[in-house]
């Protein structure tokens, strides 16, 4: 198979996989579905991308199946962490305020917004690819340090996400806003982890003395996932489903903790207090 081929082939399984999302989505009056199947996509087609036998020789390196296996590793957890929470809670806020937006004109700009994100698909499945077909042999310090901020971003992507869960299960929080553990530091600690973990596949991809030019693609993973989290599909419609929902409460707690990036708090923040993302 030609890397064109593959990349071909990889554009119309997308395209069709997110029109399937758009069926679903009405038929089953979930939206949550549209991020779990997402997530299964791209890590389906990043796993592809990362073994699918390119050219001539149909090797596979020991840095294609540690990127494939990060990437596996990812969508599972991401994927079957959304799945659960669409099946107990059903339409995800953010496709709510969209809705809202959008009125009566919602089924077809919900279409085109969802095959807009098959081509953000396509895009970091390209990021993941570069990291995996990097030439250089055996592993280095590159892919020592990717597994190293993976693992940082998946335990805690991981943590943020129960820590937040448990604190929604409780009947005695509702309408109040998660203030303890990571979401401390920012408003949305489980975004920075989901959006570390893309940085790792910058580190194994990038050769730093210029023999692999192909490998600072790799930083477009992490630009365009800062870029959709922060300023497109997830913290604006989030936050205003907050503050929708929770008030002065999440305006206290906007003034008080970082939008993204984890810091310290401008002010003590009692422990339960504020929180919202995925």
Request: aromatic share 12%; no cysteine; glycine share 10%.
């Amino acid at each position: 198979m030609t890397l064109m081929a593959l990349i071909i082939l990889l554009v119309v399984a997308l395209s069709t996989i997110m029109a399937f999302v758009w069926l679903v989505v009405f038929r089953a009056g979930r939206s949550g579905w549209v991020d779990a199947i997402w997530t299964f996509a791209v890590g389906a087609g990043g796993i592809a991308a990362s073994l699918a036998p390119v050219g001539q020789s149909h090797d596979i390196s020991t840095r294609q199946w540690l990127v494939a296996a990060l990437v596996a590793v990812w969508s599972l957890r991401l994927g079957l962490h959304i799945a659960a929470r669409t099946i107990r809670d059903g339409e995800d806020p953010r496709y709510r305020w969209l809705r809202l937006q959008w009125g009566e004109d919602f089924r077809r700009r919900l279409f085109w917004f969802l095959q807009i994100q098959a081509a953000a698909a396509l895009l970091l499945i390209l990021s993941i690819m570069s990291a995996a077909r990097r030439p250089a042999p055996g592993l280095g310090l590159g892919d020592l340090l990717g597994l190293v901020i993976f693992s940082v971003a998946v335990i805690g992507a991981t943590l943020a996400d129960r820590q937040l869960s448990r604190f929604g299960a409780d009947p005695d929080n509702k309408g109040k806003v998660y203030a303890a553990g990571l979401w401390r530091f920012s408003r949305h600690p489980n975004y920075f982890f989901e959006w570390l973990g893309w940085v790792a596949y910058a580190a194994i991809a990038i050769d730093l003395g210029g023999s692999y030019l192909w490998g600072w693609f790799a930083l477009a993973g992490p630009l365009l996932m800062y870029w959709l989290l922060v300023h497109v599909s997830g913290i604006p419609p989030l936050e205003a489903h907050m503050l929708r929902s929770r008030g002065d409460r999440f305006r206290d707690y906007q003034q008080r903790v970082n939008t993204f990036w984890p810091g310290p708090p401008t002010e003590s923040l009692s422990d339960n207090g504020a929180g919202g993302s995925r």
